[in-house]
């Protein structure tokens, strides 16, 4: 069975073994984590560290994964030079990702460097290794999984072609349609800003699915299996 989640957003590993359980996954199942695993809740760098130990779990990149790519300077040796380095440009992201949540995923970055250097550059690794798409076929279905949309659309369009940002900041509306053919996945765009009267519900269309709950915003996660769309929620 195949399986995909997003924007968990800090909650801690107990918390998705908790929603994996209630789904019966198992080791020969498989799950796609559609980005934000970071920033605003306390636990995203645990859930990070758990993600890397799985093997049959694939991280897609969010927005706040690739913020937090951006401000890697942040955890470089600390010295004269290194604060005169601090260009506007990089002051500009630091703000963005700060005003965005990110302090949690700092300081547990920093705590984690401190303790682990080793640790600390896996998940590096690990986020740099991660995709912005997938392409994928289940049950005679085809999904396109992505952290926020389709920015920019045309169905002509290579996904190669998108630029990273239509991939991770995309805000798409109720009136917006994807592929006639497959069926896009993706999250970012918390389901109460899209539907306010079934907030925490994944939202369907006919050619895309959103699985953002709101776990930021006070929501639960959930899981959908993509084999029959069937959702599990806590």
Not at 24 to 48: A, C, I, P, S
Not at 94 to 120: M, Q, V, Y
Not at 188 to 194: E, S
């Amino acid at each position: 069975m195949i399986y995909v989640t997003s924007d968990l957003h800090g909650c801690s590993p107990e918390t998705l073994e908790a929603l994996l359980k209630k789904a019966n996954f198992t080791k020969q199942d498989f799950l796609y984590v559609l980005g934000d695993v970071v920033d605003r809740g306390e636990d995203g760098v645990k859930l990070l560290l758990w993600l890397t130990q799985q093997t049959n779990v694939q991280l897609i990149l969010g927005n706040h994964e690739s913020m937090l790519l951006s401000c890697l300077f942040l955890f470089d040796e600390v010295n004269e030079q290194s604060l005169l380095d601090l260009t506007m440009d990089k002051l500009k992201r630091l703000e963005h990702w700060k005003r965005n949540g990110g302090d949690p995923t700092i300081s547990g970055l920093e705590r984690l460097l401190r303790l682990s250097p080793d640790l600390f550059d896996g998940i590096i690794d690990y986020l740099y290794d991660a995709p912005l798409y997938e392409e994928i076929t289940v049950n005679g279905r085809d999904f396109v999984l992505v952290h926020s949309g389709l920015n920019h659309f045309k169905p002509e369009k290579a996904l190669e072609d998108y630029d990273a940002k239509d991939l991770i900041w995309c805000r798409p509306t109720l009136t917006d349609a994807y592929y006639p053919n497959k069926l896009t996945i993706f999250g970012h765009t918390p389901a109460m800003f899209l539907t306010p009267d079934s907030p925490n519900r994944a939202v369907k269309t006919d050619t895309w699915i959103c699985v953002d709950t709101g776990v930021a915003c006070g929501g639960t996660p959930m899981l959908l299996r993509l084999d029959d769309l069937e959702e599990f929620y806590l």
